[in-house]
């Protein structure tokens, strides 16, 4: 007979699919990618891990400004919750936690969401926990960049909306050295003397003592420049040693931290105030010399005033010096700076006065004893301060009339490397 087929029919049993392989009870029907990552419960554990880091930068971006945090706190929220993202799909696909423990993931439970979740969740603190790790190792390393806040003015913005007056200066609460009670007082109220002064000057920008006082006592010359906005500072410090005080204040010029002049004072305490007074006269008189040229000082503080004595003795020598020259103005000009040396022997713009003095002297008369008083007279200028432009003018003037024409111009060099504006200096470099 003919070969007659029998055909058997295929049966495939409950969970049993048709390509053979095991199912697994409660997986979900196919078997595709999808379905294993359901099955090793990364979505669900993806999905948990997304919605509480998008919370946490919502918060972050909430609140952090409000508390104060640094500008980096929220970039740093940000890339934990970035980086931390393949970490917990690692984790999750990898290991599964049964117990309190982390243990490898054969995907062969049943898996549902709620399941997958509950299989996963130290997956996820897992994830959180090693990308706070790194971002804080980048942090401390290298450091996430600081963006300005939108509307905010960036540093850069910040100075070129406050830019810094060349006539502007603050005044540092000066420092208690013995740390005593009496030098507190002393201290406070000389700083605040020196700042109301100096306050009382028109056109000079003089900062808030609220702000100034404010700054730390280590402070450097770039903060105080950046958080004041100021040319120059004065700072200094008060020691009491039994009856005798002892003062230094000094004048800064806050972009490149150097002293433009630094006067010591000693002085017995039986007045108080009286010392405090003096003192505050004398270094707001130097203060005028070393700042900014501005001619509404006088007027600002009155003839009067004790504290411009000494100025307006200089003042009137330079004016004595500045009329055509004869021996008449000369020597009243060498009278006025002798004044104001009798009231402040450090003031170097008066040695330099005369110094000027003794050479218009000798180039009226050309008798060799006046270039011999300009020589100490200079000198003096010089030790009372390196950093005014009026002393190495006057240093100058006094090489060149000496035929020593390469240190004359190397003296008004530094007078205009400290002051590119200064006339002397540019008047005696033409010469």
Known sequence: MGGVS???PVIAMDNQPLDGTAGEPGEPPGRG?????????????????????????????????????????????????????????????????????????????ASGWLQGLERNYLAIVAAY???????????FTIGFAVEPVPGSAGEDEYAALLPIEPNSVAVLNFLNLDGSERSQLFSDGLSEDILDRLAMVGTLSVAS???????????????VRRRLRVA??????????????????????????????SRNFERD???????????????????????????????????????????MLYQRGREALNRPMT???????????????????????????????????????RQPADIARAEPACAAARAASARLPDVYSAIGRLRNATGDAAAAASAYEAALELNPQSIPALVGMAD
């Open 33 to 109: 990618f999808w379905a294993a990552l359901v099955r090793h419960g990364v979505i669900q554990a993806s999905a948990a891990y997304l919605v509480f880091g998008w919370l946490l930068i919502q918060v972050a971006d909430a609140t952090f400004e409000n508390l104060g945090l640094p500008g980096w706190s929220g970039r740093f929220v940000t890339f934990v919750v970035v980086g931390g993202f393949p970490l917990v799909v690692l984790l999750s696909w990898f290991l599964e936690s049964a117990d309190g423990r982390m243990s490898r993931d054969h995907g062969a439970q």
């Open 209 to 223: 003592r609220s702000d100034t006082w404010s700054l730390p006592e280590d402070a450097s010359s770039a903060d």
């Open 327 to 365: 021996r008449a103005s000369l020597e009243e000009a060498l009278a006025m700076f002798g004044q104001a040396l009798a009231r402040d022997p450090g003031f170097a713009v008066a040695h330099a006065g005369n110094c000027n003095a003794f050479i218009s002297l000798y180039e009226l008369d």
């Open 269 to 311: 305490v039986d007045d108080f105030l009286g010392v405090q007074r003096e003192i505050t006269q004398l270094v707001v008189s130097n203060l005028r010399v070393a700042l900014p040229d501005d001619g509404d000082f006088v007027p600002a503080l009155g003839v009067d005033d004790a504290g411009v004595d000494t100025y």
């Open 232 to 261: 120059y500072f004065v700072e200094g410090s008060v020691r009491l040693i039994d009856d005798r005080l002892r003062v230094v204040a000094q004048l800064i010029d806050s972009a490149t931290g150097r002293h433009v002049i």
């Open 6 to 8: 029998q055909s058997v």
């Open 129 to 139: 926990a090693l990308a706070v790790l790194g971002a804080g190792i980048y942090q």
